[in-house]
């Protein structure tokens, strides 16, 4: 038996989704808005830490309904360095549920992804890819990517 991915999530796993990409449909909502909240998560900003260049800051919003369901909240950016195409900086990063607030209405959140591999590189765009995960709302999961130029951050 063969199992075939939709085509959203395969090129969110080879990194070649630039756009949000819903894993589910959006929910619109009634007349309660914490009770039919839709599910959904953008990626507002990216920045390397100039004190830690092996780091960077992915700024977040998210909405999510509540429920009894488990939560996730990943994150993952990959930077390939145009000078050696066989160097490729990665890292990911996963919030603690106990962190991620389903409340019906929309949150910011910073989260720090450290690369695995090497420093990032200032000036040269990565691939954000950033997916909540909400097993108890409707939709139960929605993933935003994006390719953004990583640069310095200004705070010092």
């Not at 009634?30 to 830690?52: E, F, L, N, R, Y």
């Not at 690369?115 to 954000?128: F, H, I, M, P, R």
């Amino acid at each position: 038996m063969q199992l075939r991915l939709p085509a959203a999530l395969t090129a969110l796993t080879l990194g070649l989704a630039l756009v949000p990409v819903a894993l589910a449909p959006a929910v619109l909502a009634d007349q309660d808005p914490d009770a039919d909240a839709a599910t959904v998560i953008g990626i507002t900003g990216v920045s390397i830490d100039p004190k830690i260049p092996s780091r960077v800051r992915v700024e977040l919003t998210y909405t999510c309904a509540p429920s009894e369901g488990p939560r996730s909240l990943n994150t993952s950016v990959e930077q390939t360095d145009p000078e050696d195409p066989a160097s490729i900086a990665f890292g990911s990063t996963r919030t603690s549920p106990t962190q991620v607030l389903c409340d019906g209405t929309e949150h910011i959140q910073t989260v720090v992804v450290q690369s695995k591999t090497s420093n990032w590189l200032t000036g040269v765009d990565g691939v954000v890819i950033t997916t909540l995960t909400d097993l108890g709302a409707d939709p139960p999961a929605f993933a935003d990517a994006q390719q953004l130029l990583l640069d310095l951050s200004s705070d010092a």
